[in-house]
């Protein structure tokens, strides 16, 4: 892809970013209307001021505008709350890095939703995308058996549950190069194998990890995003996974209260540090839908 300059000098932030963003529980307006601010030189030179592929950022940060607009709108939108500034940062990194690989880090609590949207998105979007599940990077704890770990009060719902540290490693090299070596994790047996995969870095690569938004990951992810879900929901979610994961009514019932005990200490205060906030309780159909509209916003960008 050719970035091409404006010979005005342009700084790529003198666009006007998008419009104020809506705090959780309020709804953007669909019939938002973009109007950025151009200068009277812009309007006088009347051409491009950057131009990507097809696009310059005007363009893109009015579409993207729109796109939050839809999807924030009526009684169950998909979009919760964007932060404000949010889109006019997103367009100036891939402004200044067109060929940057963009990492999204998906966080909430356990059962919110973060992996049917990840699943969705490998359906809809398919090749042009590539995941890290966090699960992958617990720490092995299979030479003690489970009974006892229950026991000693260990909890698998903390971000010291996690290598933190080996997760960042792999970010910061997917920022980078092409391929990177990821661990995976048997839930069952509790049992980690380093380097098991090699993972192809696409344009754009999701993380799946309850704790995204922790500070020492937050700052390796180009978008950070909560995953927000009805208590109810959860429940009924957790137990289901937990059946199909082999554990007992009576061991699922007091992991679900470690779950919750902890998400309310570790996991739900990272909201505040998302860049989007998602409804986990979006149907499969509108998660198809507005993947498919969002890929489409891109397409040209590709």
Same mark, same amino acid.
């Given at each position: 892809?050719?970035?091409?300059?404006?010979? !005005?000098?342009? +700084?790529? /932030?003198?666009?006007?970013? $998008?419009?104020?963003?809506?705090?959780?529980?309020?709804?953007?307006?669909?019939?938002?209307?973009?109007?950025?601010?151009? %200068?009277?030189?812009?309007?006088?030179?009347?051409?491009?001021?950057?131009?990507?592929?097809?696009?310059?950022? !005007?363009?893109?940060?009015?579409? =993207?505008?729109?796109?939050?607009?839809?999807? *924030?709108?009526?009684?169950?939108?998909?979009?919760?709350?964007?932060?404000?500034?949010?889109? @006019? #940062?997103?367009?100036?990194?891939?402004?200044? +890095?067109?060929?940057?690989?963009?990492?999204?880090?998906?966080?909430?609590?356990?059962?919110?939703?973060?992996?049917?949207?990840?699943?969705? *998105?490998?359906?809809?979007? @398919?090749?042009?995308?590539?995941?890290? &599940?966090?699960? #992958?990077?617990?720490?092995?704890? $299979? &030479?003690?058996?489970?009974?006892?770990?229950?026991? %000693?009060?260990? $909890?698998?719902?903390?971000?010291?549950?996690? #290598?933190?540290?080996?997760?960042?490693?792999?970010?910061? /090299?997917?920022?980078?190069?092409?391929?990177?070596?990821?661990? $995976?994790?048997?839930?069952?047996?509790?049992? *980690?194998?380093?380097?098991?995969? !090699?993972?192809?870095?696409?344009?754009?690569?999701?993380?799946?990890?309850?704790?995204?938004?922790?500070?020492?990951?937050?700052?390796?992810?180009?978008?950070?995003?909560?995953?927000?879900?009805?208590?109810?929901?959860?429940?009924?979610?957790?137990?289901? /996974?937990?059946? *199909?994961?082999?554990?007992?009514?009576?061991?699922?019932?007091?992991?679900?209260?470690?779950?919750? &005990?902890?998400?309310?200490?570790?996991?739900?205060?990272?909201?505040? +540090?998302?860049?989007?906030?998602?409804?986990?309780?979006?149907?499969?159909?509108?998660?198809?839908?507005?993947?498919?509209? =969002?890929?489409?916003?891109?397409?040209?960008?590709?």
């Amino acid at each position: 892809m050719n970035l091409t300059v404006n010979p !005005l000098g342009f +700084n790529n /932030r003198k666009y006007q970013n $998008s419009p104020q963003h809506k705090p959780l529980g309020c709804v953007v307006k669909s019939d938002f209307q973009y109007t950025p601010k151009i %200068s009277l030189a812009q309007k006088a030179y009347a051409m491009p001021l950057i131009s990507f592929g097809s696009f310059n950022p !005007l363009t893109l940060e009015a579409k =993207l505008s729109r796109f939050v607009a839809k999807y *924030s709108a009526g009684d169950c939108p998909v979009i919760l709350s964007v932060r404000k500034g949010f889109i @006019g #940062d997103l367009v100036e990194k891939i402004v200044e +890095n067109p060929d940057k690989h963009l990492i999204i880090g998906l966080a909430g609590e356990s059962a919110s939703g973060k992996t049917t949207i990840v699943q969705q *998105s490998r359906q809809v979007l @398919g090749e042009q995308i590539s995941t890290i &599940e966090g699960d #992958d990077f617990y720490h092995d704890t $299979s &030479e003690t058996p489970f009974a006892e770990l229950l026991a %000693s009060g260990y $909890s698998f719902d903390v971000p010291g549950a996690f #290598d933190i540290n080996k997760l960042s490693e792999v970010l910061k /090299r997917a920022h980078l190069a092409n391929q990177v070596y990821l661990p $995976s994790y048997d839930k069952v047996t509790c049992k *980690s194998k380093p380097c098991a995969t !090699l993972l192809p870095v696409k344009q754009v690569t999701l993380l799946d990890f309850i704790f995204a938004l922790q500070p020492g990951i937050k700052g390796l992810l180009d978008i950070g995003i909560y995953v927000e879900c009805p208590k109810d929901v959860i429940e009924t979610r957790w137990f289901e /996974r937990a059946a *199909s994961r082999g554990k007992t009514p009576e061991v699922a019932q007091e992991l679900y209260r470690d779950v919750q &005990e902890k998400a309310q200490k570790y996991c739900n205060p990272t909201k505040a +540090n998302a860049d989007v906030v998602l409804n986990g309780n979006t149907d499969i159909g509108t998660w198809k839908k507005f993947l498919s509209e =969002l890929g489409g916003l891109f397409q040209d960008l590709s």
